[in-house]
């Protein structure tokens, strides 16, 4: 019983010992720390035991003609024997490969133990050796250097195992010491300082080394645990998401190609490595920041990318892709290579070609439209329009008795013979001018340089007697007219807008003068300011005497056809002219400075009047882009919120792409700052001729609404059906809310419904009424709503009657 207390208590005070010699690891780690260190042993064991054949031998030798020579040969049996029994351990060890992958602390105490048993062995060499007199002290040298060398040896072979290497080197110099202390030499006192010295540099050495082998173990094991995970994560990715994978060295070879990129490829994965990713991708790419010279090139920087457009030749067919990388490096810094993903945006591409091309080309005619008019005068005035240079001219073009078609003959005679006018116009003015249209009936040329005024008025005889000639549209005989005027630069304006309304003054005053004429640009030509000025003089009373109204007009959801909301449009109860619409001076109030005082004004009527009505009806509310640079916006509609206590949510506020066409930074913070009060954002007008994607990532939008032109016009054109349905997909795919003005019949609203259209406005569902007529319209719509419910009652109760019967 006492004998098994103190064996454990012994094994207790060992253990205690081994934690606190050996570096401290993670408990999870600690028997594969421990299988390391024994294999680094194990790897040494050979060397070790013929080491200490070899020189247990030759020591025997060497001591044959002394006295000991008996003892010696004794001891070299026993240290030939135990490095025979190593060696044969070690063999076995060998053969055995169990594949096991931790060591219990039992296993590694047992080869501390086999440590100390030899080193007690050569600790004895010592006293055995050097027994007697040794009067040259070459003995006492001998013997002092062979324990020297193998403790030297053995802290060497036991590097990884710090208790192991003190268990072997102790005894040697604990026997070493004690012949050298005896001595009384003082040569021998020294080398015996010098014993100990380097025992404690070869015990500190192996602590410190263990200390970084374990470490290295530890890291080593966190790394590739790291690296499972990450394997994981990325193998979860490439099958959830639909992006790529690659990496290419610093030549540009790929050197990894993941399954989804080759399929993108058309190629073998195996076909696809070794080729550099530039040799089957097009010579230019496009990046966020503009066009790059090549894919190749952009490599040569060695710096992070990200969403860079090249095109690839896959299956017969240019496919585009969008790739992101980063640079990875060596351990030494060295560039590498690049790690990245990529996906294929063909599909986005097409669609965005298909909204570039909107955005700049009529549908109807497809002749260029205001937008693209607008940068090639900027251009021209840019190149032509300065005091020394030859000038530049604008033609505004206006068809006469237009409406009358259109309204007689129907809209499918009216776009078809707009795309006469156009052709004609086109072949009229030929290389001399570039011809756009702005709107409806309204075209405009820019000749650049400027013909003399003899000839800029003979292109515009010309233009106007080719299309006041008899067309055959649909079988109808059709009879129009045009009118035209004509601003000269720089005799007749300082800039290019200035320009183009010069020529519109111009244009009202051939119409004026009868129609089918054109008439220049006059200075003369204030009359029509003049009655401006008087509208301008009404327009700023009108506000201080109450006489503008907002007038209401509901909108509706696709699905159920219910109210979710309505927007607020402004009209002028005029004394003498009645109720004006808005196109009538809207746009005055914003050239005169007005729109600021009659957007909030708008602005705090509508919340007012919104915050009444049953929640979670909105109310959409138009901006006017002089707003955004005439005062604090984002501080009237804070404080219209918090006056009549609307909740943010409920409030929409609609712009027009006008705004965006300057994109100032100014205006990004304000509807940044918009943004944060929780209020809604919708682009209005979407499809007019500034319409950009550009505009839609630069900003998140709430909703576009599509204008009512193309809603007209779907019915009986395909072509404005496929992009009302590319629009609306567009909405679906941004997770923009869709909503369609100009909605007057019922299979326009079926043509938008099938096409998942969020929301409709129009006459179809309601005209825009004064706001005591809401309560009544609400309540017409909740019985409509009742009556729908009680018709789905009753009919489900009829079919589960029958299903009983």
């Not at 002092?144 to 290497?165: D, K, N, Q, R």
């Not at 017969?316 to 892709?321: S, V």
Request: proline residues 4%; contains cysteine.
């Amino acid at each position: 019983m006492r004998s098994a207390a103190a064996s454990s208590t012994g094994d207790g005070r060992l253990s205690a010992l081994f934690a606190r010699i050996l570096p401290t690891v993670p408990e999870e780690m600690a028997g594969r720390v421990r299988m390391e260190q024994l294999v680094s042993i194990l790897r040494l064991t050979p060397v070790m035991m013929a080491a200490n054949i070899v020189i247990a031998l030759l020591i025997t030798f060497a001591g044959q003609e002394t006295p000991q020579r008996l003892a010696l040969t004794i001891w070299a049996c026993l240290v030939v024997s135990y490095g025979l029994l190593g060696l044969r351990g070690w063999l076995a060890a060998k053969r055995r490969k169990s594949g096991k992958t931790t060591v219990s602390t039992r296993g590694l105490r047992n080869l501390t133990c086999q440590a100390g048993v030899l080193g007690t062995l050569w600790g004895a060499l010592p006293i055995i050796a050097v027994q007697g007199d040794d009067p040259t002290g070459n003995m006492h040298m001998l013997i002092a250097s062979v324990i020297a060398g193998m403790i030297g040896c053995g802290g060497f072979a036991l590097l990884t195992l710090p208790p192991a290497a003190i268990a072997y080197s102790t005894p040697m110099v604990i026997g070493a010491l004690y012949v050298l202390l005896g001595s009384g030499d003082p040569i021998l006192l020294a080398l015996g300082g010098l014993l100990v010295f380097c025992y404690l540099v070869v015990s500190v050495s192996c602590l410190s080394h263990a200390k970084v082998f374990c470490e290295r173990l530890v890291a080593g094991e966190e790394l590739e645990r790291q690296r499972q995970v990450v394997s994981l994560l990325l193998s979860d990715f490439e099958e959830g998401a639909s992006d790529w994978l690659w990496e290419i060295d610093e030549t540009g070879a790929l050197t990894y190609v993941s399954d989804r990129m080759a399929a993108a490829a058309g190629a073998d994965r195996a076909a696809l490595v070794g080729r550099t990713l530039a040799s089957f991708c097009g010579p230019a790419a496009e990046s966020p920041a503009g066009p790059l010279a090549s894919l190749a090139a952009l490599f040569g920087e060695h710096k992070t990318f990200r969403d860079v457009i090249v095109s690839v030749a896959a299956d017969a067919e240019t496919r585009w892709w969008s790739i992101s990388a980063k640079p990875i490096h060596d351990m030494n810094g060295a560039f590498t290579g690049f790690r990245g993903v990529g996906a294929d945006v063909t599909v986005a591409r097409e669609a965005q070609e298909r909204i570039s091309h909107l955005a700049h080309f009529d549908v109807l005619t497809q002749l260029p439209n205001r937008l693209s008019f607008l940068e090639v005068l900027s251009k021209s005035w840019g190149e032509h329009g300065g005091s020394d240079a030859a000038g530049c001219a604008v033609l505004c073009l206006d068809l006469d008795y237009f409406k009358g078609v259109n309204d007689s003959l129907g809209h499918p005679v009216g776009d078809a013979l707009l795309i006469e006018v156009a052709a004609r116009l086109r072949d009229c003015v030929g290389g001399a001018g570039f011809v756009a249209r702005l709107g409806g009936d309204e075209f405009a040329v820019v000749v650049a340089p400027a013909h003399s005024p003899d000839v800029l008025g003979e292109l515009s005889r010309t233009i106007v007697e080719t299309l006041s000639q008899p067309y055959e549209i649909k079988g109808h005989n059709v009879l129009i007219g045009a009118s035209i005027g004509i601003a000269i630069a720089p005799t007749d304006a300082a800039d290019p807008d200035s320009l183009l309304k010069n020529a519109d003054l111009a244009l009202y005053r051939a119409k004026g003068d009868g129609r089918g004429a054109y008439r220049f640009f006059e200075m003369s030509m204030d009359i029509w300011a003049q009655e401006r000025r008087a509208l301008e003089m009404d327009l700023r009373a009108a506000l201080k005497n109450e006489e503008l109204k907002v007038f209401f007009q509901p909108l509706i959801g696709c699905r159920e056809h219910d109210i979710t909301g309505f927007e607020a449009l402004l009209r002028w109860q005029h004394p003498r002219r009645g109720l004006v619409p808005p196109g009538d001076f809207i746009e005055c109030a914003e050239q005169w400075g007005l729109i600021g005082k009659i957007g909030e004004w708008v602005l705090h009527e509508a919340c007012k009047q919104a915050a009444g009505w049953p929640a979670p009806l909105t109310v959409a509310v138009n901006l006017s882009p002089n707003q955004f640079t005439s005062g604090d916006l984002v501080g009237q509609v804070a404080h219209a919120l918090k006056i009549s206590g609307l909740a943010p949510s409920r409030l929409e506020l609609e712009i027009t792409e006008g705004l965006l066409l300057n994109d100032t930074a100014r205006t990004m913070e304000q509807l940044t700052a918009l943004k944060a009060l929780g209020v809604k954002i919708a682009m209005d007008d979407f499809g007019t001729g500034y319409s950009s994607l550009a505009y839609l990532w630069r900003f998140p939008f709430d909703k576009i609404k599509l204008d009512r032109s193309f809603v007209a016009e779907m019915s009986d054109n395909a072509a404005i059906t496929d992009i009302v349905r590319t629009i609306t997909l567009l909405g679906q795919t941004l997770k923009l809310q869709v909503t369609a003005e100009g909605v007057e019949t019922a299979d326009q609203a079926r043509m938008l419904g099938e096409m998942h259209c969020d929301h409709f406005q129009g006459f179809l569902f309601g005209r825009p009424m004064p706001v005591g007529d809401i309560p009544n319209f609400l309540l017409s719509d909740l019985a409509r709503r009742m009556r729908r419910e009680s018709v789905e009652a009753a009919e489900t109760e009829a079919g589960s009657t029958s299903a009983s019967a």
